[in-house]
């Protein structure tokens, strides 16, 4: 069955620092997605990016990047430089038969 | 208006009372989905719809109705709740959901409080 493990509850850092929030799945599927949501305090999931089980390539959007390693079944989102507005909860999720699995997220403080 | 849409984004109510939440995509999917988003727990997937027709059933209690009268349109009718009920709602689309990782896009969700 899917799982997907965040680790870290909660990360507090000072603004202009960079931070990584961790992800851990699990699923015996060979081809699957990976998601990354950011859920602000007004309730939304945004969507962030999706990521498939093929392709391991690192990505780059502005002050964000992920690292897909599946050798260690992980994929992790790093913030270069935050800001006060990445002040959320994170959520990581794996795409199972009919729906998404999401792990029970990271909130993120940036402290100004 | 654009996305998804979810509404009312507050709701109180009590066991004995009768509601509806209501989900509206713009985004010409095809598939629908409500969660539950309680405290410290993963969200947990509900139903899902796909061109109108239920495909999943999360096991949730009978107290929780669904309704998809298009693909556009969710509702999600409350009656005899409990007080464990009490969550964030959240509702999504995709384009039809096959399990091949279509992206879910979320609407604001409705915080609902059973008295």
């Known amino acids: 069955a899917q799982k997907v493990t965040q680790a870290q509850t909660e990360i507090s850092v000072v603004e202009k620092e960079d931070v990584t929030l961790d992800c851990v799945y699990e699923?015996?599927?060979?081809?699957?997605?990976l998601f990354w949501y950011k859920q602000p305090p007004s309730g939304e999931l945004v969507f962030l990016i999706r990521?498939?089980?093929?392709?391991?390539q690192n990505e780059i959007s502005g002050r964000y990047s992920w690292n897909f390693q599946k050798s260690t079944s992980s994929f992790n989102f790093t913030i270069t430089a935050s800001q006060v507005v990445d002040s959320a909860v994170y959520f990581c999720?794996?795409?199972?038969?009919?729906?998404?699995?999401f792990g029970t997220g990271t909130r993120l403080t940036v402290i100004p | 208006e654009t996305g998804v849409t979810q509404t009312p984004r507050h709701l109180v109510m009590g066991m004995t009372n009768k509601k509806s939440l209501k989900c509206e995509q713009h985004?010409?999917?095809?598939?629908m989905y409500w969660y539950k988003q309680s405290a410290k727990k993963p969200l947990e997937l509900m139903f899902v719809?796909?061109?109108?027709?239920?495909?999943e059933n999360n096991s949730v209690p009978s107290r929780f109705s669904p309704e998809c009268p298009n693909s556009s349109h969710l509702f999600l009718h409350l009656h005899t709740l409990q007080p464990e009920d009490s969550a964030l709602y959240l509702c999504?689309?995709?384009?039809?959901?096959?399990?091949?990782?279509?992206?879910?896009?979320f609407g604001p969700g409705t915080r609902l409080t059973v008295l």
């Open positions: 999720a794996l795409t199972g038969a009919n729906n998404l699995f």
């Open positions: 699923t015996r599927d060979t081809t699957y997605y």
């Open positions: 990521r498939n089980s093929f392709d391991e």
């Open positions: 985004l010409g999917h095809n598939a």
């Open positions: 719809y796909n061109f109108k027709e239920q495909t």
């Open positions: 999504s689309s995709s384009i039809p959901a096959g399990g091949h990782g279509d992206t879910q896009y």
